[in-house]
């Protein structure tokens, strides 16, 4: 069974959600045979999301439950911030994500040029320990696109999985979720977030998944998702983490 939990009706322009914005979304997940939708707009648009129109969306969609999510983008010192955000709605669940390092948005690509200023070792090790802080904030359900640092090609020579060891610890001890999250397909990395390697480790230290197409347009809902759970399937999970009111549940994948 499928789910896409990294959805973003709002993508980067926000606004408030509406049912014309949000039925286009579930009758995509239904032509991909989803039977769960969760939205998780990006954090700085909190204010455009809407109780009431989830709930009238979902009593108008009895065959498939949608949840409310948000994605928060997690640095250093903004964790009393998040906590106020995660009070604001009853959230299913939320995805913690590391879009910045000091100030800088590595996912931008605006500021790809900022990736000449490192030794990717350095990088690597930099991104993994702010995954490691965020996994111990214990303020998340979800780990969002767990190696997006990889997503313009930039990588260290070698072996990458020594370089995540130390927050997988972190991310399996707070009890986190890692999502599948197919977006990085389409991107300069052409790889799933997080990479097959990691997911392996992943499954060996008995953290489990979510899936997530981080769809910013309708006709990305659950996008991949074939592909992706051939992979999982293949690496030996048989079953996906789903949330509700932060509360995590499994079905068969
Ligand atoms: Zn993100
Ligand atoms: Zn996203």
Redesign the pocket.
């Known amino acids: 069974m499928y789910v896409d939990y990294h959805v973003h009706p709002l993508s980067h322009s926000g606004g408030d959600y509406t049912e014309v914005l949000l039925i286009p979304y579930l009758s995509e997940a239904r032509e991909r045979g989803l039977t769960e939708i969760g939205f998780a707009d990006?954090d700085e648009y909190w204010e455009g999301l809407d109780r009431t129109i989830i709930a009238s969306v979902s009593a108008s969609s009895p065959d498939l439950k949608i949840k409310l999510g948000m994605?928060v983008?997690y640095w250093p010192g903004r964790e009393t911030e998040i906590a106020g955000l995660a009070r604001r709605y009853p959230f299913d669940y939320l995805i913690g994500?590391v879009?910045d390092i000091d100030n800088w948005m590595f996912?931008h690509p605006a500021y790809r040029m900022g990736y000449r200023a490192w030794e990717f070792d350095d990088l690597y090790r930099k991104y993994y320990e702010l995954i490691k802080g965020m996994a111990h904030s214990r303020l998340f359900d979800i780990v969002?696109?767990l190696d997006?640092i990889k997503k313009y090609g930039y990588r260290p020579e070698g072996d990458l999985l020594p370089f995540a060891e130390l927050a997988l610890q972190a991310i399996r001890q707070s009890g986190l979720v890692v999502e599948l999250n197919t977006a990085g397909l389409h991107k300069p990395c052409a790889a799933i977030y997080p990479s097959q390697e990691l997911l392996s480790r992943c499954f060996e230290l008995d953290i489990p998944v979510t899936l997530g197409s981080?769809a910013h347009t309708e006709s990305e809902v659950g996008r991949d998702f074939v592909y992706a759970r051939e992979i999982l399937y293949r690496i030996g999970y048989r079953r996906i983490a789903v949330f509700s009111q932060r509360q995590r549940s499994f079905i068969s994948l």
Request: hydrophobic share 10%.
């Open positions: 990006h994605e983008s994500s879009h996912d969002g696109h997006l981080d």
